[in-house]
């Protein structure tokens, strides 16, 4: 069963600063997806970046980039420039790229993000 | 352009009553539905997900169930709660090769 886990239960940045937050994945497949998503203080649900499993290249949105090591089954966010709008709870997740009914979006348990002034 | 409403947002209700959680989506046909509940301060972990009407599936037992009577309606539903079910609870849709995205979220308090 495919399983995502991000060791980090809270880290913390300065404003301006950059920190990258990790997450492993499990998975014996090859063709997937993988997502960084933020959840702030009003629960609503948004997403930060998402990557191809197919795609060489890194993704990246803005001040945020991912570190894709798929032989490592590894999938990091930096946060470069560190703003205090950043803090939030922020989740990994996976999904094959599949259309039949085992199309799961799973995620990790979260890191709390806080930035400081 | 696609919307997602889910309702209540906050719900108060005794143990052993029956619980009704409804999601609609609007602009998109065919989505992938899923419930998943948020314990306090921690992960989302997956309840129910369907590819289409009248497809379930579940990834843990307990006491809830789920259906979708309509391509773009998805209901969670217990006939009893217990203490345990409390949570905060979102609904997400999505297409095959797109992002979640998600409701508003419910949070039930069972008393």
């Known amino acids: 069963a495919q399983t995502v886990t991000q060791s980090q239960p809270e880290m913390s940045v300065q404003e301006a600063e950059t920190v990258t937050l990790s997450c492993t994945y499990d998975t014996s497949e090859s063709d997937y997806y993988l997502f960084w998503y933020k959840q702030p203080p009003s629960r609503q649900m948004i997403l930060v970046i998402r990557?191809?499993?197919?795609?060489?290249q890194n993704a990246t949105e803005n001040r945020f980039s991912v570190n894709f090591q798929k032989a490592a089954k590894s999938f990091s966010l930096k946060i470069s420039d560190s703003q205090l709008g950043d803090a939030a709870m922020y989740f990994c997740?996976?999904?094959?790229?599949?259309?039949?009914?085992?199309?799961?979006?799973?995620f990790g348990t979260g890191t709390l993000l806080a930035v400081q002034p | 352009s696609q919307t997602i409403h889910q309702w209540p947002a906050t719900l108060v209700q005794p143990v052993g009553s029956p619980l009704s959680l409804e999601c609609t989506v609007e602009?998109?046909?065919?989505?992938?539905l899923y419930w998943y509940r948020q314990a306090a301060g921690r992960g989302l972990q997956l309840l129910f997900y369907s590819v289409g009407i009248g497809q379930i599936s579940s990834e843990v037992p307990q006491n809830l169930s789920a259906s979708r009577p309509q391509d773009r309606q998805f209901i969670l539903s217990s006939k009893k709660l217990l203490l345990s079910d409390s949570g905060f609870y979102l609904c997400?849709?999505?297409?095959?090769?797109?992002?979640?995205?998600f409701g508003q979220g419910t949070r039930l308090t069972v008393v």
């Open positions: 990557q191809e499993a197919y795609k060489q």
């Open positions: 997740a996976y999904s094959l790229n599949y259309g039949g009914a085992t199309n799961k979006l799973i």
């Open positions: 997400a849709w999505r297409n095959r090769e797109t992002e979640a995205f």
């Open positions: 602009g998109t046909s065919n989505p992938n």
